[in-house]
């Protein structure tokens, strides 16, 4: 067998609706199941979800407050008032900042914005800056991706004489800032469509409210942020992120043309993993390391060589930011594995002195990826006695639900159900580990604790087509709750498997079913293939792609994840290094059956003794309990009928057969009963015979080995055909009549002879057969 490394959660679906949908909509089923399981479940639905750009966006006055924050604004620009944006220092922050501020410009505002840092500032409002955008004579504040939570600081703005507009999308609490007005599509009684927009969303429909007409040429900004921010792409959502797609790929910003130039972009090549693994971590890495300014400068120039500079800056700032959550994260792990180990832990809290808070959220995502714990990761002010942090969760653990009861030790905090921010004094952090720990207990099982992989449909080889992989592309574009789709193919055998790349640590593999053969890469799961026997049935989870190569299109699956459910048999018979097996094959999974303990005393040197087990009767081989488990069969033991026993207990889940022997029993010189006949003779003829002296001139004469010899005069002494007396070998008148079968040593010759014939000269599918019939007779 081999584990997944993930629990397969296939998705099932309505056969008739599938059916429905394919001769409704001209797709293929494979098509049709994925848009079942994104939840289209009429073919209306589906229609509209396919042809995105058909679709509208929703009257921007259905927010609540809308008419009045335009009202406030337009007020604002008619009086020659200053307006101050109020951003936040991530990427749809930033790009949040970017379409307010191009929206103000174009209806001639005198308009500016600012961002607070980070490290000196933390998130959201604050009243120092307050002072400052007070002292500068701004009027009017609108805070876009943040604000919902800062009830003090706009309490504080009133007694300031300015007036707040609060834009933002994140997780109300039970108490609302008391602004002019509160643009948020989660308000408590709004009836706005659509509750999952981005912050940059919430200020594209401010925008697009103000300027009268849908401001398309603002979308390029609006997708960066409504797919870094990783806000489920549907309904509008998807709408921003199709079409801004779109206009990024014909974007005349300058900033975005540099920036796209520093991570290596074309324009053609332009979806939405540029914007997730390229734009965004840059955009983001200027605010995690210092003032998030340049970032917004960027967005805005018009200038090419600010842009050009800006860029490379950004990029220059991206790759600090690499480098310092890898080392972070290293921290972090010893942390964690020397003071909060997960297997006693169900939420992980880490917190270091001095680390980097703008980086914390990273690293936070990293150890949930490596523990699958709900994690905090916190950086300690200790001159101040303060913690900073950001969390990341996992399914079943609603974080923004449960700090929530911690709401007494957090004086700030904000997010999401799987992420949040968090300000708190850093002798409140052990109270918070007990009380999440507490928490988690209550909701969290040990089945949670292994990481989910959703699987859109079980696939077959037939279905892996240009077509269909090419009728997926319209599900395009991929990102939160419209992820890219995973099939799963089952039980299919591999044709070819082999270790690829510099370090070989990536695996390429070809599989086929049914007469049809598909390619497969998968990066980082070289090691896979020292764990998948010749003859296994494998099932493969991944993402079907088109390999286009010297001008040559052929689907291929990007896999992601192996698992074998059948026992499996590994071949090392033939391996004459048996020090390289046990130095690089073996594991401590692993555990060592022998069963002659000569066989142990001669490579005692090599084995982990810890993991070695020697059996030396049928009674304890049957004690044994290798069910499910992996094991290595050192040597043979006397007869078949004690791998038999071995295994009443279960079947293992891999066997490993080296079967190093002392002799080679097959090939000796077998004597047949002619052979036994004549030796008898000869003994009756010659008399008394001396084996010591003799023996080799016999063994010539006869053309046998002396061990032939050796072996029959030891049958007769069993059989009490002879006596022997110090190497006097001497027939002993009127013996009973026995036959050979009766001598333990002819016995156990025989079925030395029989077991190494069955399990050392054979192929590896009659050896695999053979251990599938000692199975059956096991359990029998």
């Not at 033991?637 to 279960?650: A, D, H």
């Amino acid at each position: 067998m081999l584990q997944s490394k993930k629990r397969w959660n296939v998705q099932e679906c309505d056969e008739q609706l599938v059916n429905e949908f394919v001769e409704n909509l001209n797709i293929t089923p494979l098509v049709a199941s994925l848009l079942l399981n994104r939840g289209m479940t009429t073919v209306e639905a589906a229609r509209e979800f396919l042809h995105v750009d058909a679709q509208t966006f929703h009257d921007p006055f259905l927010l609540q407050d809308m008419d009045k924050a335009v009202a406030r604004i337009q007020q604002a620009i008619d009086h020659n008032e200053k307006i101050m944006i109020y951003g936040d220092y991530d990427a749809d922050g930033v790009s949040s900042t970017s379409v307010m501020l191009s929206a103000l410009q174009q209806l001639g505002a005198d308009v500016d914005f600012y961002i607070p840092n980070r490290f000196t500032e933390g998130y959201g409002p604050n009243k120092a800056a307050f002072d400052k955008i007070s002292a500068g004579g701004y009027q009017l504040v609108i805070t876009v991706d943040t604000g919902i939570s800062a009830v003090e600081e706009t309490a504080y703005a009133r007694e300031l004489n300015f007036d707040l507009i609060i834009t933002d999308h994140h997780e109300p609490g039970p108490v609302l800032p008391d602004a002019y007005a509160i643009i948020h599509p989660k308000l408590p009684g709004s009836t706005y469509p659509f509750k999952e927009l981005a912050g940059v969303g919430v200020a594209f429909k401010l925008a697009h409210a103000l300027l009268g007409e849908l401001p398309e040429h603002l979308l390029e900004l609006a997708v960066i942020g409504t797919i870094a921010d990783l806000v489920p792409l549907v309904d509008e959502n998807r709408l921003i992120a199709r079409k801004g797609l779109d206009y990024l790929k014909l974007t005349k910003r300058t900033g975005i043309e540099a920036l796209l130039s520093v991570c290596g972009v074309k324009r053609e090549e332009i979806n939405e993993d540029t914007i997730g693994f390229a734009m965004a971590p840059r955009i983001n890495a200027v605010g995690r390391l210092q003032d998030a300014d340049p970032a917004v400068h960027l967005l805005m120039t018009t200038n090419a060589e600010e842009a050009k500079g800006l860029a490379k800056e950004i990029d220059t700032l991206n790759k600090e930011r690499q480098q310092i959550v890898n080392d972070i994260t290293e921290e972090a792990i010893e942390f964690v594995e020397g003071m909060y180990p997960p297997d006693e832990n169900s939420v992980l809290i880490v917190e270091g002195e001095g680390w980097n808070a703008g980086v914390v959220g990273i690293v936070a995502s990293r150890l949930v990826e490596k523990f699958y714990r709900p994690t905090i990761v916190l950086s300690i002010d200790s001159e101040n006695r303060i913690a900073k942090g950001s969390a990341r969760s996992i399914e079943g653990f609603d974080l923004f639900a449960n700090l929530s009861k911690c709401r007494d030790i957090l004086p700030h905090f904000g997010g999401h159900p799987m992420a949040a921010g968090m300000t708190l004094n850093s002798d409140d952090v052990e109270e918070l580990r007990r009380r999440l720990n507490e928490q988690a207990s209550n909701v969290l099982t040990q089945q949670d604790f292994i990481p989910i992989t959703s699987v859109d449909t079980v696939c077959t080889t037939e279905e892996i087509t240009l077509e269909n992989i090419e009728q997926m592309s319209a599900l395009a574009p991929f990102g939160m709750h419209n992820p890219k789709p995973k099939v799963l193919i089952k039980d299919v055998h591999t044709t070819s498997m082999r270790k690829i790349g510099a370090n070989k640590n990536h695996l390429k593999l070809v599989f086929e079913d049914s007469g049809v053969l598909v390619d497969a890469v998968g990066f980082g799961l070289g090691y896979i293939l020292d764990e998948v026997s010749p003859i296994a049935k494998v099932s493969l989870v991944g993402e079907l792609s088109i390999n286009e190569w010297n001008n040559m299109r052929k689907p291929q699956l990007m896999v992601e994840d192996i698992s074998v459910d059948e026992w499996q048999m590994f071949d090392y018979r033939s391996a004459v290094d048996v020090k390289r097996f046990f130095q690089q094959v073996f594991t401590d999974q692993m555990k060592v059956v022998a069963f002659h303990a000569s066989t142990i005393d001669k490579y005692k040197s090599l084995l982990p003794m810890e993991h070695v087990v020697l059996i030396q009767n049928e009674e304890q081989a049957k004690a044994c309990m290798f069910a499910g488990e992996q094991i290595v069969l050192l040597d043979l033991p006397p007869s078949q009928k004690w791998l038999e026993c071995l295994f009443v207990q279960g079947i293992p889940s891999r066997i490993y057969a080296i079967f190093l022997t002392e002799e080679d029993h097959y090939f000796d010189t077998i004597p047949t009963r002619d052979h036994f006949k004549w030796f008898y003779g000869f003994l009756a003829k010659k008399g008394p015979f001396d084996l010591k002296r003799y023996k080799e001139d016999l063994a010539i004469h006869k053309g046998w080995s002396k061990e032939t010899i050796d072996f029959m005069a030891k049958v007769f002494f069993e059989l009490e055909f002879v006596t022997i007396n110090n190497g006097l070998i001497s027939l002993v008148k009127n013996s009973a009549k026995r036959d050979l079968i009766e001598s333990a040593t002819y016995r156990q010759k025989q079925q030395q002879i029989e077991i190494e014939k069955n399990f050392i000269y054979t192929s590896y599918v009659q050896l695999k057969n053979q251990f599938q019939d000692i199975f059956k007779r096991s359990i029998e």
